[in-house]
């Protein structure tokens, strides 16, 4: 006959196994609907801010010259509870489809919830876009349409614990108006997991 001592051991037992079993399901149920619903990648806002167009030097004679140094603020907004750091990349600039200039990105961190801003400064020659059959009609009409595109490489960081491999795709169209000089961007961006 089993002592009594030994019945109220098991039952302990088996509640505190039973206790900790619900516990355990809680919080993996929680941590599921948090991973669902707040801590759920969200798409990072991008925008280009045209900061300036210096530097226009357009010729005619003795040979077509089109020169221009295109200054861009990138900002990138994180919306995510996890902070996004990325490697050194390369944004290409083109226009229609030709590759007109190549802009190096240094790598950085943007951190959770928070903003980076990124200043590019980056001269074009017109060497490439004359060869593009629209060069002529986009030069009578005032303006040149190019796009931006960059990919950033990198890992979001949540609680400095939880490290994903993330990749964030960012496209910008911009507008640049020769009189008077202007520039203005559309961005859109998003991210890969």
């Excluded at 005619?60 to 990325?86: C, E, Q, W």
């Excluded at 169209?173 to 008077?180: A, E, L, R, T, Y």
């Amino acid at each position: 006959m089993p002592e009594p001592s030994s019945k109220s051991s098991r039952k302990s037992l088996a509640i505190c196994c039973g206790v900790t079993t619900a516990v355990l399901t809680i919080l993996v149920i929680v941590c599921v609907i948090l991973l669902l619903t707040v801590f759920k990648p969200k798409r990072p806002h991008v925008t280009a801010h045209p900061a300036s167009l210096e530097n226009i030097q357009f010729q005619l004679d003795p040979s077509l010259s089109l020169n221009a140094t295109l200054g861009l603020v990138v900002t990138i907004h994180n919306r995510n509870y996890g902070s996004f750091k990325y490697q050194n990349t390369t944004s290409t600039i083109d226009y229609h489809g030709i590759t007109v200039a190549d802009v190096p990105i240094e790598g950085d961190k943007v951190p959770a919830r928070g903003t980076l801003n990124i200043s590019r400064f980056e001269n074009f020659t017109a060497d490439k876009l004359i060869l593009s059959p629209y060069f002529w009609d986009d030069l009578r009409a005032g303006s040149f349409n190019l796009t931006s595109t960059a990919t950033l490489h990198g890992k979001v960081c949540v609680f400095e614990v939880f490290k994903v491999g993330a990749t964030v795709f960012t496209t910008c169209d911009i507008s640049v108006f020769i009189q008077p000089p202007n520039v203005e961007s559309k961005c859109n961006s998003y991210v890969k997991l």
